[in-house]
C-alpha cells in the first residue's frame, strides 16, 4: 500500500486521473514561486489530515498530496494527520505513512492519535 501512494502508475488501487497531467506544473508554479519568494518563514502550506477508519481511501488521498506537495516543493508543506480508535489498520498506516513517505521526502509531518471514541 505504501508503494502505491508514491507510484502513479501502480494501479490496483482506484485512482483519479487527470485529463492532461502536463497541466499540473503549470497550475501550481504560482503558489511555489509564492513560497519560494518569502523566506522568512520555511512553511507556507499545511495539510491536516483526520482518519478514521478510512484505509481504503488512503492510497488515493495520500498519493495525491504527495503529487501536490512534490510540486509546491516539500520544503514548503508540513502534514498533520490524526488518528485513532480505528479498528481497519488505518492508525497503523499512519505511522508508515509518515516514516516512509514524508520523512524520507523531506517533509515535516505529525501523527497524533485520539482516544476519542468516533463511533
Known amino acids: 500500500m505504501i508503494y502505491a501512494m508514491d507510484h502513479l502508475e501502480y494501479d490496483e488501487f482506484y485512482r483519479f486521473h487527470c ?8 497550475r501550481y508554479e504560482p ?4 513560497a519560494d519568494k518569502h523566506k522568512s518563514s ?6 491536516a489530515l483526520d482518519q478514521h ?3 481504503e481511501v488512503l492510497p488515493r488521498l495520500i498519493g495525491t498530496l ?3 506537495i512534490k510540486m ?19 492508525d497503523e498506516m499512519l505511522g508508515l505513512i509518515k ?5 524520507k521526502g523531506g517533509v515535516n509531518s505529525w501523527v497524533q492519535y485520539s482516544t476519542l471514541n468516533f463511533a
Open 19 to 26: 485529463p492532461d497531467e502536463t497541466i499540473l506544473p503549470k
Open 72 to 90: 509546491l516543493g516539500p520544503e514548503h508543506c508540513a502534514v498533520s494527520m490524526v488518528g485513532g480508535s480505528s479498528t481497519d489498520g488505518t
Open 66 to 68: 504527495i503529487q501536490v
Open 42 to 47: 520555511k512553511i507556507k502550506y499545511f495539510f
Open 53 to 55: 477508519n478510512n484505509i
Open 31 to 34: 503558489l511555489r514561486k509564492a
Open 99 to 103: 516514516k516512509h513517505l514524508f520523512e
